[in-house]
């Protein structure tokens, strides 16, 4: 091949293409390729950023390793990205911020996908699919998107910096890059950092101090920062502290200051999840009315809350009321969503209002339970080793729960069982009936 092929054109001959790469390689080689095509992640994609910030024949480089990811000749491709891709990051052309992330986070990136790696002889590595590989790409992209906007003293680098965990490593840099009126902000994530990484007892004193700083410097807080600060939080408020109701408070009012401010000048798009685990905080405080009130008035300006998610909303509030035929009604209007966490949720309300309807009603919680079973199990690598366990725990205590016979001691047991698992979904719910079992 006398010319440079586009390597982003998806039609590209893959043999002809490999042949121009590596003229030295013919033969088996190239077999290689195709049987590893479904064994790999494209790790490449991750570098592909960096096209807009390199200019000349880097370019045409990148989309080569690109290709070459995608096409599965990890050992090639590892040799170009530690032969001549790193050594570009000493180039003139990348800002001296850009250069101190990427030499950082190349090592950091080596290490990583090579350790999801394995040996398989003459096929060379292949990547094993660990179940954090989704979550780290992601990650990943955040902070090489940080380095992008670097130079625009954006607040992206220290948000990333601060979900990857790295403030550490990457505070005196922060320090000197960020404008001074976002100092406030970095205090801000040090704190929420330091607080996460605390044991259960050491939270305290990092979420008090949080707090101050949040009450301090809220105006300062953009729609971006609190969005990440929410996100962050609410997978773990509920276990920090045992002032509880603060802590929701907070989480509250981080999520309806967000909308407040970005949603209804159309800069912002909240997730429908996010807009569900709210309505649930509201209803763990056994707030009901401010459930209602929150539905009410953003249900109808959030883009990407689907109908069947604003339908799981209200389903939640009337369980929470006791108008669980209501609940039913919704929920049997419902279609499979497509999002499995979403699923899930709809799943674990469903078993629950068959419960409290009772009567005919809990041979179909008993067939809801079996179903839900099966379903755990068919997608626990997607949903996560931490997600998978809770959802089956909630499951086998909900099915005891239905064979129980009210009045006998193993009800207490059964407490226990509940008590020792903090993080059971449907907690509160499960421990209620316990204490008070469904009457026959």
């Known amino acids: 091949m006398d010319f440079a092929p586009d390597f982003n054109d998806p039609a590209l001959n893959e043999e002809e293409a490999f ?55 990890l050992d090639e491709f590892y040799r170009h990205l530690n032969q001549e891709f790193y050594p570009a990051l000493d180039s003139p052309d990348l800002p001296e911020g850009n250069q101190l992330y990427w030499r950082y986070l190349g090592a950091r990136e080596v290490n990583n996908v090579k350790s999801a790696f394995q040996d398989d002889g003459r096929s060379g590595l292949y990547f094993q699919e660990a179940s954090d590989s989704l979550d780290h790409y992601y990650l990943y992209q955040k902070l090489v998107y940080a380095c992008q906007m670097l130079n625009r003293q954006n607040i992206v680098p220290l948000e990333s910096a601060f979900q990857l965990g790295l403030l550490d490593e990457f505070r005196p840099f922060l320090e000197k890059e960020l404008p001074f009126l976002q100092q406030p902000l970095f205090q801000i994530w040090i ?34 920062a609190i969005s990440l600060i929410y996100g962050y939080l609410q997978n773990n408020v509920r276990y920090i502290t045992p002032d509880k109701e603060a802590q929701h408070r907070v989480y509250i009012r981080l999520f309806e200051s967000q909308i407040d401010k970005e949603v209804f000048k159309n800069h912002f798009t909240l997730s429908s999840g996010s807009f569900y685990n709210t309505i649930q905080t509201y209803l763990l405080l056994d707030d009901i009315q401010g459930a209602e009130t929150s ?12 109908e069947d998610i604003s ?5 939640a509030i009337q369980f929470e009321k006791g108008n669980f035929s209501q609940a039913l009604d919704i929920l049997n209007g419902i279609q499979e969503f497509s999002n499995l966490h979403n699923n899930v ?20 919680a008993e067939d809801s339970v079996n179903a839900f079973r099966v379903y755990i199990s068919r997608y626990a690598d997607q949903l996560g080793e931490l997600h998978s366990t809770a959802n089956r725990e909630f499951i086998n205590i909900t099915f005891k729960l239905l064979r129980m016979i009210p009045g006998k001691s193993h009800l207490t047991g059964l407490e226990a069982e509940i008590g020792a698992f903090p993080r059971l979904p449907e907690r509160k719910w499960l421990l209620a009936k316990c204490r008070k079992p469904r009457k026959k």
């Not at 330091?194 to 101050?212: I, K, P, Q, S, V």
């Not at 949720?345 to 179909?364: P, Q």
Request: glycine share 8%; proline share 2%.
């Open 345 to 364: 949720k709809f799943r674990r309300l469903l078993l629950k209002t068959y419960f409290e309807l009772g009567g005919e009603y809990i041979s179909l």
């Open 295 to 306: 539905f009410n008035r953003y249900k109808g300006i959030l883009p990407v809350l689907g």
């Open 311 to 315: 339908d799981l909303c209200n389903a």
């Open 191 to 224: 704190t929420a950092f330091n607080m996460l990484r605390e044991n259960e007892a050491g939270r305290l004193e990092w979420w008090n101090r949080l707090n101050d700083l949040l009450d301090e410097h809220f105006s300062l807080l953009s729609a971006n």
């Open 19 to 73: 042949k121009y790469v590596f003229p030295e390689k013919v033969g088996d080689d190239f077999g290689n390729i195709r049987k590893l095509r479904n064994k790999l992640l494209g790790q490449v994609e991750k570098y592909i950023f960096l096209e807009e910030m390199m200019e000349g024949p880097w370019a045409e480089k990148l989309a080569m390793l690109r290709f070459l990811g995608k096409n599965k000749m």
